[in-house]
């Protein structure tokens, strides 16, 4: 998602002389502020609840910039709450003379999520997207169509591609394709209950196959356990955080991505 498509932008901004900063949340051992690859890293405190994580960590984000008026030209922003602060902080700094442009990057995984709480934040979204945002980004038509369909208006937009440098794969394709022995299935993501993860050991546990699961997160714990309790240690293997995860999902021979949202 965002963090992809920022991770390969950032750095190249940065190395054309654009000063490029990013505000995340802070977790335990984490330097409140770091330069990494030429790019500012701002992380800040945020409640740990599944519900209140978001809007809190963008409040305190908010907050961190007015307090420390800090200007820039363009502010990028993904989730609604993010980009209703964003605006908001826009609208503060014209006060000052440096209004920034704020660029909203639709994220159609959020968008279904925030579903449920709809009738709480359309009116939010709403409001956002028409008065508070100068730009959107789309990855497809389809999602222009959704976006249109949900809020009955377009706002100037621009559509994109995912951000991902498909040159870096070449060196990971294989030439020679043949099926392994036993069959390898590759998952690469976060590692979240809603992820489907628990579904795919339990479809592959009387299979005569290997799983490899790439990627990190809250519920990797327990679904660790749940795989020892299986006494399926040994064909699923958990390969945590790989950067870039490409040389080992395309050693698979099936990719899936089971998830449940």
């Known amino acids: 998602g965002i963090e992809k498509a920022f991770h390969e932008l950032a750095p190249r901004l940065s190395r054309h002389g654009i000063e490029v900063w990013l505000i995340t949340r802070r977790f335990k051992g984490q330097k409140r502020f770091e330069i990494c690859d030429g790019v500012n890293i701002i992380r800040v405190r945020w409640i740990k609840s599944r519900i209140l994580r978001g809007p809190s960590y963008n409040l305190l984000a908010f907050f961190y910039l007015i307090f420390n008026r800090m200007f820039f030209d363009i502010v990028l922003c993904s989730g609604i709450f993010a980009t209703f602060f964003g605006g908001i902080y826009s609208i503060i700094m014209k006060i000052y003379g440096r209004r920034p442009s704020v660029i909203y990057r639709f994220d159609i995984v959020a968008y279904r999520q925030h579903r449920r709480f709809a009738w709480l934040?359309?009116?939010?979204?709403?409001?956002?997207?028409?008065?508070?945002?100068?730009?959107?980004?789309?990855?497809?038509?389809?999602?222009?169509?959704?976006?249109?369909?949900?809020?009955?208006?377009?706002?100037?937009?621009?559509?994109?591609?995912?951000?991902?440098?498909?040159?870096?794969?070449?060196?990971?394709?294989?030439?020679?394709?043949?099926?392994?022995?036993?069959?390898?299935?590759?998952?690469?993501?976060?590692?979240?209950?809603?992820?489907?993860?628990k579904a795919l050991v339990d479809a592959v546990r009387d299979l005569d196959v290997v799983v490899w699961i790439i990627g990190d997160g809250r519920y990797r714990t327990s679904l660790e356990k749940y795989v020892g309790y299986l006494n399926l240690g040994e064909r699923i293997r958990f390969l945590g955080f790989q950067n870039p995860p490409y040389r080992y999902m395309l050693r698979g021979d099936v990719f899936i991505l089971p998830s449940e949202v």
């Open 121 to 197: 934040l359309k009116p939010l979204e709403i409001l956002t997207y028409r008065y508070l945002v100068d730009l959107v980004i789309f990855k497809s038509e389809s999602e222009i169509s959704i976006f249109q369909n949900a809020y009955g208006f377009l706002p100037d937009y621009r559509i994109t591609g995912q951000g991902i440098n498909f040159k870096e794969l070449d060196k990971y394709v294989k030439n020679d394709y043949k099926l392994s022995e036993p069959p390898l299935i590759v998952y690469c993501g976060r590692v979240e209950e809603n992820k489907g993860l």
